[in-house]
């Protein structure tokens, strides 16, 4: 099975740097002065060179919410019960989330996908990928086994394989699971050596003391499960997620095929610091959107190199800081194709006064 994720990531090639370069020299042939569009032009270049084009369009856009369980809940970290993982799974299913109005809005498709939900969901739009119905509690052992952690990341793989298949040209990570702020917290901390209490922030909305048990919780996890950081499998594995896990593969699947990938929240900058400590080039795939409000996300942003589009304050996950950033990759992407150069317009350029 390792021969499986290790082929993905032997796929993982560089952009295409010609694209690069021809986006550049189209924004700057644009009837604006050089760099104007500041941000939305890295955004610009970056897509470019992903996509291999100097004129990039994304029409189907895939909204990937992976949803799990995390037996750490019984430590008492989040401010809602672990049930509420499996009720707003059909809260998504019946298109209701936060992240199905704004894909609406966006024009994407979300998949929702069971990975490790604890309890039987049925729905005929449900993806049904459960590797185990949730993890085990990490402050007492390993959240999961690494041949779980394993199939969890195939499951991604597959499920980004698919979508590509079905002729998405964008994706965007999404997930559902009460606890998953406290996995990714020890995920930030054993990958990178952060402290807990750096890391770990107030997910759903905990209070001061609550806060505090969290980061014991996320410091006993660590001292029991004493994750190797120069292993990210083993990280995932013992102090992971089954949809971090599922995330880290739809990232690597979408890298392997040059598909761009916008990485939501926290959780998702979890599984984006998974795949590239497996595979170091997956990030030039990689799209960070907002920064979230949850405590650590900046930090988290910075360890990924990545530049936040937008800081709205949001802290929802599901995908809808994600698909929020599909209007301006829209926007950039407009501007490459519909914008009048210089010369087309007869504007004069910088220094000719
Ligand atoms: C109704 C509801 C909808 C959500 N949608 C996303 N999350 C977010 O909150 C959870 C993480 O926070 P914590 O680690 O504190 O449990 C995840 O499910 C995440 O997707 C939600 C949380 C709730 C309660
Ligand atoms: O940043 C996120 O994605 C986030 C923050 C708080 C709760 N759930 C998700």
Redesign the pocket.
């Known amino acids: 099975m390792i021969s499986t994720i290790q082929e993905v990531i032997k796929r993982i090639t560089p952009a295409d740097e010609q694209s690069f370069l021809k986006a550049e020299h189209r924004l700057n042939i644009l009837t604006k002065p050089p760099g104007s569009l500041g941000q939305l032009e890295t955004l610009a270049v970056k897509l470019a060179g992903i996509s291999g084009t100097e004129q990039p369009s994304f029409t189907k856009r895939t909204v990937v919410v992976m949803a799990a369980d995390h037996g750490v809940c019984c430590e008492g ?4 019960p672990q049930e ?2 499996m009720q ?1 799974a059909y809260n998504f299913l019946s298109g209701g ?1 936060a992240v199905n109005v704004l894909a609406r809005q966006a024009g994407a498709e979300v998949k929702f996908v069971d990975i490790g939900v604890n309890g039987d969901l049925s729905h005929d739009d449900l993806i049904d990928r459960k590797v185990r119905r949730g993890t085990d509690n990490m402050a007492v052992g390993p959240a999961m086994s690494r041949e779980e952690a394993m199939s969890a990341v195939l499951v991604g793989i597959r499920v980004a394989q698919e979508a590509i298949e079905n002729g998405t040209e964008i994706f965007i990570t999404g ?8 996995a990714s917290a020890a995920i930030l901390c054993a990958l990178k050596g952060i402290a807990p209490e750096v890391a770990a922030g107030r ?2 909305g ?1 209070d001061d003391e609550r806060l505090l048990h969290k980061i014991a919780v996320v410091e006993r996890a660590l001292k029991v499960n004493q994750p190797n950081p120069a292993d990210p499998l083993d990280v995932l594995s013992k102090v992971g997620g089954l949809e971090i896990a599922g995330l880290t593969g739809l990232i690597l699947g979408a890298a392997a095929a040059r598909i761009p990938i916008i990485l939501d929240g926290f ?1 998702s900058g979890a599984a984006a610091l998974v795949a590239k400590a497996l595979a170091p080039e997956s990030i030039a795939y990689m799209i960070g959107s907002h920064v979230s409000g949850e405590q650590g996300h900046k930090l988290m942003l910075e360890k990924l190199g990545l530049e936040p589009l937008f800081n709205l304050g949001l802290r ?3 995908g809808t800081g994600g698909v929020l950033s599909l209007h301006l990759i829209e926007a950039i992407c407009r501007i490459l194709s519909e914008m009048a150069t210089f010369e087309s317009a007869g504007i004069s350029g910088a220094g000719k006064q």
Do not use: D, H, R
């Not at 970290?77 to 809602?80: H, I, K, L, P, T």
């Open positions: 970290v989040s401010a809602f509420v993982t707003m989330a997930e559902m699971g009460i606890g998953n702020t406290t997910g759903t905990i959780i929802l996950g599901e």
